[in-house]
């Protein structure tokens, strides 16, 4: 047996103990009334029960998932699941004797209900960490970090003076439902107008409704961008040159799940610190510097 899969198993072993579960047992719980903020139903009983014990008992780690390239990016024929976070996780699981199942495609709007009604135990597709969905959701710690910039059209001069030209009544940001840009949009640029595209729609769409002016400008980071200017050259620019946000990319779990939560954890620190999630980040960026790494506090070398 490996060195990782040891020091998993371990931390599994302490993990039960320390939240008095096992494998057999109907799982560790947590009333309702315990976990604030919750706005999706629960259980009839009224008691929340983490997934981590029939994980263990049955070797499976049911995931959502949505179509988030390069975090998550889903083979539109076989719809095999891989990219950064995806193989992050199954990474994870092997390491612990247990496999991942993709259970679901999703999007922005519905990941969290989904979460919470019990149709998979897990989203893992590197989805910003933000106090609102802090409120229904229970965050891993960050895999990476990511930037947001606005685009702009490069004919537009009404972006010539920057992010500042973004505060105007006029201006109609576009972005799909229940993402990060709406949010950020809510929050940074409240007298702006919004327009959002359902909840599974191509984020190249969104891009696409700023070319052709049915939309002013849209918020995202730079992979996509980079991403959409290989089929669509001189398209887009960035309105300013400073980032809008920066946001921890994390795996959402069921509210109040903290057993699950420290098991993830566990894998995602070992991951971070055998340099395993800086070869998927390199693997799977178009231009350096796309996504920001959380650095070990001692790098340690190991074969792909």
């Known amino acids: 047996m490996s060195r990782s899969a040891i020091s ?21 719980m947590v009333t309702r009334a315990s976990v604030p903020g919750i706005v999706t139903p629960h ?24 179509a988030y390239s390069p ?5 539109p024929t076989t719809r095999k699941v891989s990219g950064i976070f995806a193989e992050a996780l199954e990474d994870i699981a092997a390491r612990a004797g247990l496999r991942v199942e993709w259970v679901e495609e999703v999007g922005f709007g519905s990941m969290i209900e989904g979460l919470n009604l019990g149709r998979y135990d897990i ?7 933000t106090p609102v969905r802090a409120r229904q959701a229970t965050f891993t710690r960050p895999l990476i970090y990511s930037t947001m ?17 973004i505060h105007d009544p006029s201006i109609v ?7 990060m840009a709406f949010a950020v949009a809510k929050a940074d640029f409240p007298e702006t107008k919004t327009l959002a595209l359902p909840n599974l729609t191509a984020e190249s769409q969104v891009l696409l409704d700023v070319v052709h002016k049915k939309t002013d400008v849209t918020l995202t980071d730079p992979y996509q961008v980079q991403l959409f200017l ?10 300013g040159e400073k980032p809008v946000s920066l946001f921890p990319d994390v795996m959402l ?24 999630v800086e070869r998927l980040v390199q693997k799977y960026s178009l231009e350096p510097g796309t996504f920001l790494l959380l650095r070990p506090p001692y790098r340690t070398e190991v074969s792909p």
């Not at 989203?123 to 960490?129: D, H, I, K, L, R």
């Not at 098991?263 to 340099?275: C, K, P, Q, R, V």
């Open 149 to 165: 910039k606005a685009w702009a059209r490069p004919d537009d001069t009404r972006f010539a003076r920057g992010l500042a030209a």
């Open 253 to 276: 779990l069921p509210a109040g799940d903290f057993a699950f939560r420290a098991f993830l954890d566990a894998g995602i620190e070992e991951l971070t610190n055998l340099g395993v």
């Open 173 to 179: 940001i576009g972005g799909l439902d229940g993402s």
């Open 230 to 239: 290989k089929q669509n050259p001189g398209t887009l620019v960035a309105v």
């Open 123 to 129: 989203m893992p597709c590197g989805v910003a960490g």
């Open 43 to 66: 259980p009839a009983s009224g008691v929340f029960k983490s997934v981590l014990p029939r994980i263990l008992e049955t070797g499976v780690i049911r995931a959502g998932y949505l």
């Open 71 to 75: 975090l998550c990016v889903v083979d």
């Open 8 to 28: 998993l198993q371990a931390f599994l072993l302490t993990v039960l103990i320390a939240t008095g579960v096992s494998a057999g047992m109907a799982g560790w």
